[in-house]
């Protein structure tokens, strides 16, 4: 089975950096996906890590390590609009599944 | 980006009735789409995933005979809640695959929709 651990709640000020970090334990890995949702939205993809590394796009970067079973999502110059729930999820070896973190909250303040 | 859309986006329902849920590719072709069910403040919970043309594959303990699944088309599947009880009032959202994207591919999230059963 899958089993992924990340903290459920974060908060920042406008400008700030949040990382939130993400653990994992799988029988079959593909890579790495990160979710922003909004109360009450579906979520939007933010960003894909199958390879060791970090993966920029705009104010946010993720970042994975396969042998550490370990993530991260870097959200840079906090805006108020990035108050939402952040899910990573897991691929499964076949590619198609996605098992969801149990989600962090962020809440920026002024 | 790939649009996936769902519908209604909220139903009110009683208790014994059956609700059904409409998930659309709208332009993109979908041979995989996927059920998922949320929680207030929870996190995602994968119920099943919809194969065009073959039979849904459920994940453990969710029950195939409550929550029907139907994949028509390359563009539509649709899940069924029926004899609905309080108990499965939740958000129900679909996600969609975009194969045309290959290794990077991801999936495509409808808006959900809120079941509430009375």
């Known amino acids: 089975g899958q089993s992924l651990e990340q903290p459920s709640e974060v908060t920042a000020v406008e400008g700030a950096i949040v990382q939130i970090n993400c653990t994992y334990q799988t029988s079959g890995f593909y890579g790495l996906s990160w979710y922003q949702q909004h109360d009450g939205g579906a979520p939007t993809f933010l960003s894909y890590n199958a390879l060791d590394g970090l993966e920029e796009t705009g104010r946010f970067s993720s970042f994975l390590s396969r042998s550490d079973s370990y993530g991260y999502l870097l959200l840079q110059e906090l805006q108020m609009k990035d108050s939402a729930s952040y899910f990573c999820a897991v691929r499964d070896t076949g590619g198609n599944k996605l098992t969801f973190g149990g989600g962090t909250r962020v809440l920026v303040k002024p | 980006g790939a649009v996936v859309s769902q519908h209604p986006s909220w139903v009110i329902c009683k208790s014994g009735t059956s609700v059904k849920i409409e998930c659309r590719s709208l332009?993109?072709?979908?041979?995989?789409m996927f059920w998922y069910r949320q929680f207030p403040k929870q996190s995602l919970m994968l119920m099943a995933t919809?194969?065009?043309?073959?039979?849904?594959?459920?994940e453990q303990g969710v029950e195939k005979d409550k929550f029907l699944i139907n994949h028509a088309s390359l563009t539509l599947s649709t899940l069924t809640v029926t004899s609905a009880h309080p108990e499965d009032s939740s958000f129900y959202i679909c996600?969609?695959?975009?194969?045309?994207?290959?290794?990077?591919?991801?999936?495509?999230f409808g808006p959900g929709t809120r079941l509430t059963v009375l």
């Open positions: 332009d993109f072709q979908a041979t995989t």
């Open positions: 919809s194969n065009e043309g073959s039979k849904a594959t459920y």
């Open positions: 996600s969609a695959r975009d194969v045309r994207q290959g290794v990077t591919d991801t999936q495509y």
